[in-house]
């Protein structure tokens, strides 16, 4: 068997949510590059019309295969506006990113190993909560609730969620309110892989480490504030979306057409533990 055909997302009909930066932009750019059509959505229009102009510039096809609708998840009428102009645009929906998502302030530990008294227990924000829990939960259920109707009557699709490593895992470095509303991410994804199963609509997680994105208001742009982060890491270094690439093509292509429920886990070995 071939790379090219085990990996092969040419003609596809794929959408991704947060598109206009960070992860979501890598998923688009990855898609893009090897073929697929790719409708790229977000909430914030001006950074989305930049994405979709970056990415339509690249030459090999794009400019006809890239197109963008601003959706924000936390508004299900938008997203179905979305998947309507790919289905118009298409005739069907073959891929789909549930990915947008939102950080919800630092962990109780700062960057320099001392306690950040603004984000213990008792002062976690419940506005905060809500608000992660309608983005990076509700958000992502609705995002899909748009597309399954469209992948049911087509008998196949891929839902690919972003997660997280702290789905699972303690992240003294971040915020306790993030990995709670994640962690419920993990089992949507697993129900829901356990129900579409029947109708061939495949359902995983990507479930990144900590990336250099502008999650948090880019805070790991920052040297000072990935410091213990990289320390940490097996490997000493964070992820920047273009190590999420693989992860993407084998989800959404040939490749992975008997892997369903699962997390697929791109950290570096951060899950292993730590040498220091
Ligand atoms: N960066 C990391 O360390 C990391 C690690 C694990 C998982 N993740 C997850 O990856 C996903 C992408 O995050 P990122 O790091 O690329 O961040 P990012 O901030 O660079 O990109 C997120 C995008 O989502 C958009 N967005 C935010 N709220 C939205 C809404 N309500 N509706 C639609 N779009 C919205 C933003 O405008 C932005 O363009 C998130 O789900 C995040 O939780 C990030």
Do not use: W
């Not at 789909?96 to 008792?122: D, H, K, Q, V, Y």
């Not at 399954?148 to 303690?170: D, E, F, N, W």
């Not at 495949?202 to 920052?222: E, F, H, K, Y």
């Amino acid at each position: 068997m071939k790379s090219e055909t085990l990996f092969d997302v040419r003609g596809l009909s794929v959408l991704v949510t947060g598109a206009a930066s960070g992860i979501g932009f890598g998923y688009a750019e990855v898609m893009a590059a090897n073929g697929a059509h790719v409708m790229l959505t977000d909430a914030d229009a001006a950074r989305l019309d930049a994405a979709v102009a970056d990415l339509r510039a690249r030459g090999g096809g794009a400019a006809e295969r890239v197109t963008n609708s601003v959706a924000d998840v936390t508004r299900p009428e938008t997203l179905n506006t979305a998947v309507a102009a790919v289905l118009a645009r298409r005739g069907r929906l073959d891929v789909l990113f549930a990915n947008a998502g939102i950080s919800a302030g630092p962990g109780f530990m700062s960057a320099g190993g001392t306690r950040e008294e603004a984000s213990a227990f008792e002062r976690l924000s419940l506005e905060t909560f809500d608000r992660a829990l309608a983005v990076n939960l509700r958000g992502a259920l609705v995002t899909m609730q748009a597309a399954v109707p469209a992948m049911k009557r087509q008998g196949s699709g891929r839902i690919i969620v972003t997660t997280t490593i702290s789905l699972t895992r303690t992240e003294p470095h971040v915020s306790t309110l993030y990995v709670t509303s994640k962690a419920a991410l993990g089992q949507l994804v697993r129900q829901a892989a356990l129900e579409l199963a029947a109708y061939g609509i495949l359902v995983n997680g990507i479930a990144p480490g900590p990336t250099i994105t502008n999650i948090g208001n880019g805070r790991l742009q920052d040297a000072a504030a990935r410091e213990p982060f990289e320390r940490l890491n097996p490997l000493h270094r964070l992820a920047t979306p273009a190590d999420l690439y693989g992860a993407a093509l084998f989800l959404a292509s040939p490749a992975s057409a008997y892997v369903t429920g699962a997390q697929v886990v791109v950290d570096g070995g951060a899950c292993l533990g730590s040498t220091h």
